[in-house]
């Protein structure tokens, strides 16, 4: 599995440790950075993410900011894009088992590292459920699709 990561300046410790995690676990990584410490606009990184997963590069994405949340903000205004910001395991979980997330969305000022790893490998391996939860998914789908 292609996992795409992504990270600004609140979140670089967090991405590279992701990265090398994800690795070491046998999957590919497609990284579009940052690659140095150094301020960006979290929304460009965001766009870069999303658009490797709607366009079929990757199956699944990783982006962290210093809260998950603006992150998650800009992931979502693309079109097939679930992206959710988590800061603990239930959540992680759950949001591939229900939501069909595609993108998790963690805060490097939020949690440390040891738990952002346990997040990504709970998101990594946890298959969406389908049945009456692919009933609402596609509830989500129709109003992207009727908003834009
Ligand atoms: C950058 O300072 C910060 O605003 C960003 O990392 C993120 O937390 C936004 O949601």
């Avoid at 959710?84 to 969305?105: G, V």
């Avoid at 389908?130 to 699709?145: F, L, M, P, S, W």
């Amino acid at each position: 599995m292609k996992i795409a990561l992504g990270c600004d300046h609140g979140g670089l410790e967090h991405k590279n440790a992701i990265a090398e995690h994800l690795k070491e676990k046998g999957f590919e990584v497609c990284d579009f950075g940052i690659y140095e410490q150094k301020s960006v606009d979290y929304p460009e990184i965001a766009l870069k993410v999303a658009k490797s997963i709607t366009s079929g590069e990757s199956e699944l994405g990783i982006l962290v900011c210093g809260t998950g949340i603006g992150m998650s903000l800009a992931a979502n205004k693309v079109k097939g894009i679930r992206a959710a910001a988590c800061s603990e395991h239930f959540s992680a979980k759950f949001t591939r088992l229900h939501n069909n997330s595609n993108i998790l969305c963690l805060g490097g000022r939020v949690i440390g590292v040891g738990t952002a790893l346990e997040l990504v490998d709970l998101f990594v391996t946890t298959e969406f459920e389908g049945g009456r939860h692919q009933t609402r998914v596609d509830k989500i789908t129709a109003i992207e699709q009727n908003e834009n």
